[in-house]
């Protein structure tokens, strides 16, 4: 399974990033196809050393990463994409996974 985990920076306005994200972000990131599974972080985001400069975190899942290439290529991926560029600074990591 591949993984892409999208780390969105603290917003000026986290209301206003809060209720975008739910109201707009995530229904244009659940029609991405290929997409098996969407997580995001719940409460604040902390390091082991205390707060840390991102406000939440995504978690998307595909079969591999060809899969997620394709996904992202696509209108619904590109409009996911966009959005998510809109609303505040993220850094984004891309990987496949292996239990060990």
Known sequence: MAQMIV????PKDPATFDRHYATTHIPLAKK???LRKYEVS??????P???SPYHLIATLHF???QAMQSSFASPEGRSAGADAQSIADLEILLFDDHEV
């Open 7 to 10: 780390l969105y920076k603290s």
């Open 32 to 34: 991405i196809p290929g």
């Open 42 to 47: 719940k409460g604040p985001v902390m390091t």
């Open 49 to 51: 050393f205390g707060p």
């Open 63 to 65: 079969d591999d990463m």
